[in-house]
């Protein structure tokens, strides 16, 4: 988000991102390089360089970024692993889990990061405007 935010002024640069978000820049780059790895981020090298999206945030969705920096998003081993159990194919509580799976899977691939920043710009913007 920090880069989706600030690429605009140009590549966004590790330190940069570290100072706002008040992280590390060891723990960033742990998270950066997958990122990169996978193709959402473009570096640019030199004095003027840094990270940029190398999609715009329209086609980039939640469902994608916590693929890459997570792996695998399943709710239970049973979903995917068939040798996980023998009571597989009859399973009624596996038939529940995999409609949550489901469920979750379409709403993180429903997510873009333009959706993100579209209400981190609507909650800074009423972050003054509300009464006690």
Known sequence: MDIALHQ???????????????????YLWQVINPLKTAGLLSVTRGAKGGYMLARSPEQITVLDIVRILEGSVVLLDC?????HCDQMDICVARTVWMEAQNAMEDVLRGITLETVLRRCADATATANDYSI
């Open 79 to 83: 979903l995917t692993n068939k040798k």
């Open 8 to 26: 605009d002024a140009g590549a966004v640069t590790l330190n940069e991102i570290a100072r706002r978000q008040g992280i590390s820049v060891k």
